[in-house]
């Protein structure tokens, strides 16, 4: 009963993730294809190191985590232009490393906030 409440909760927090869920880029683990695609689940992953970023307070800087942003936008650009076929293994890595850099930014940021303010 539990499980499966757990279950629906899952399936309506990913239902929020603006994906496009096509199955060919979803990554398949154990005959289970996950419901969104390899670059947002990497992406997912990468907003893993946030907590760690905020509570240990390592002093990044914000370009850091622009820069990190780069190299998914790059794949997905040249992929969208049909300059090369990306691979699921090359989404989720640039997702993970652009998570990352996403968290960067939200600390950089929320940290410049917090020193304006007090």
């Given at each position: 009963?539990?499980?499966g409440q757990i279950v629906i909760n899952l399936k309506r927090l990913i239902d929020i993730v603006p994906c496009h869920?096509?199955?060919s880029r979803?990554?398949?683990i154990k005959g289970y294809t996950l419901p969104i695609c390899a670059r947002c689940t990497g992406i997912l992953l990468g907003y893993l190191f946030f907590p760690f970023l905020f509570v240990y307070d390592l002093d990044?800087?914000?370009w850091l985590g622009i820069v990190l942003?780069?190299?998914m936008v790059l794949d997905g650009w040249t992929q969208k232009?049909?300059?090369r076929m990306s691979n699921n293994t090359l989404r989720v890595s640039t997702?993970?490393?652009s998570g990352l850099g996403q968290s960067i930014i939200i600390v950089s940021l929320?940290?410049?906030i917090i020193s304006i303010l007090l």
């Open positions: 009963m539990i499980v869920r096509m199955k979803s990554l398949t990044l800087p914000l942003n780069f190299p232009r049909k300059y997702g993970i490393v929320s940290q410049i």
